[in-house]
């Protein structure tokens, strides 16, 4: 089945600061999707991008199909963006199975 | 307008016991997916419905059974549970399988310990 490797797996960050994280998979996709998990345990979907850029306010991915990989740059930080980050994806022959990486933790110091 | 809903939200059960965790979703949404999280691993997923009637392995089948009730709701069964099957459960909807804006949203989640 399709691979979803996400990096890098902790990042530890200044309040204000800058980061992008990676997401690569193994197979041409049909849907690419970034979620948030807060501290709580609550899953936020931030993004569904199988290609192209998107941006939403201080957040943005771009995922470029063809070389199978997508970016989430967070601009910024502030301590609400702590939590984990996932990208999950569709494969294109079987895009109803949404498979998940092993995410991104952030933590972002005051 | 609730989006998805698990119960129940915490459940200790002994090994052997069986049990089912319910979901349900007022979206109107076809696809249904259950998951389950342990630490270090991401989501997983278990099972998964593209409509009503239907229902299809995921990565991590061994050890449960669904049932997609109906348009709303999914059920995830435990038949004989396991300590290896202690974990955080999520289930979750989306509107249509591969179509452009399939948004997967997800429940609370519900934590699961077998001792």
């Known amino acids: 089945g399709i691979q979803v490797e996400q990096s890098p797996p902790d990042l530890i960050l200044q309040e204000g600061a800058n980061s992008t994280l990676r997401c690569n998979f193994s197979d041409s996709v049909n849907n690419l999707q970034w979620f948030h998990q807060n501290p709580w345990g609550q899953l936020i979907n931030l993004f569904y991008i199988p290609s192209g850029t998107k941006q939403n306010g201080r957040l943005s991915a771009t995922t470029v199909a063809t070389e199978r990989y997508s970016l989430l740059y967070i601009s910024s930080s502030q301590t609400t963006d702590s939590g984990v980050y996932f990208c999950?994806?569709?494969?294109?022959?079987?895009?109803?199975?949404?498979?998940f990486g092993k995410g991104t933790r952030l933590h972002i110091l005051p | 307008n609730a989006g998805v809903t698990q119960t129940p939200k915490f459940q200790v059960l002994k090994t052997g016991q069986s049990m089912t965790l319910q979901c349900a979703q007022d979206?109107?949404?076809?696809?249904m997916y259950w998951y389950r999280q342990d630490p270090g691993m991401g989501l997983r997923l278990i099972y998964y419905?593209?409509?009503?009637?239907?229902?299809d392995k995921g990565e991590v089948p061994n050890g449960y059974n669904v049932s997609r009730l109906n348009k709303r709701e999914f059920s995830l069964r435990l038949e004989s549970a396991a300590p290896s099957q202690t974990s955080v459960y999520f289930c979750a909807s989306s509107l249509q399988q591969g179509a452009k804006g399939n948004t997967i949203y997800f429940g609370e989640g519900s934590w699961l310990t077998v001792v």
């Open positions: 999950a994806v569709g494969p294109m022959n079987r895009d109803d199975k949404i498979i």
């Open positions: 419905s593209a409509s009503e009637g239907t229902t």
């Open positions: 979206m109107n949404h076809n696809s």
